[in-house]
């Protein structure tokens, strides 16, 4: 299960909040996500796939060249997981940090918590 986890916070990272194709990262999104899941961020939880898409979207549109970049490894500890970050223009310092933690429900991640060290400029 741990290697799940791990594989679940990284597709997470890369494929959702890091992809600017919609069509890929929807499918992504539907492959990754249980229906009824729900992101917890600073600004408010978002719930269900839909939620999830357009939240990622408006967000990636805010930042197009920007990479998420793992910092260390992912920690799994029986349904959950947590993976720390950066995000930046690519082969830059990042320019915010953050940690991803997950609820994994039936293989899919059914909560996903993200706590930011410092916003987005």
């Known amino acids: 299960m741990s290697d799940h986890i791990h594989e679940l916070l990284h597709r997470n990272l890369q ?8 069509a890929r990262r929807r499918a992504a999104i539907n492959e ?3 229906e ?25 549109a805010t930042h197009p060249n920007f990479a998420y970049t793992p910092h260390g490894e ?3 500890l029986h349904n959950a ?11 830059e310092e990042p ?11 039936d293989g899919r991640i059914a909560a996903l918590y ?5 916003m987005p400029s």
């Open 114 to 118: 993200v706590f930011l060290d410092s």
């Open 36 to 60: 009824d899941c729900a992101l917890y961020v600073p600004p408010g939880v978002f719930v269900g796939r839909e939620a999830l898409d357009k939240f990622a979207g408006d967000l990636r």
């Open 81 to 91: 997981g947590r993976l720390a970050w950066g995000s930046g223009p690519r082969g």
């Open 15 to 22: 494929e959702v909040f890091g992809e600017g194709d919609a």
């Open 32 to 34: 990754l996500f249980t």
């Open 74 to 76: 992912p920690q799994a």
């Open 95 to 105: 320019e915010y940090t953050g940690l991803d933690v997950i609820i994994v429900r």
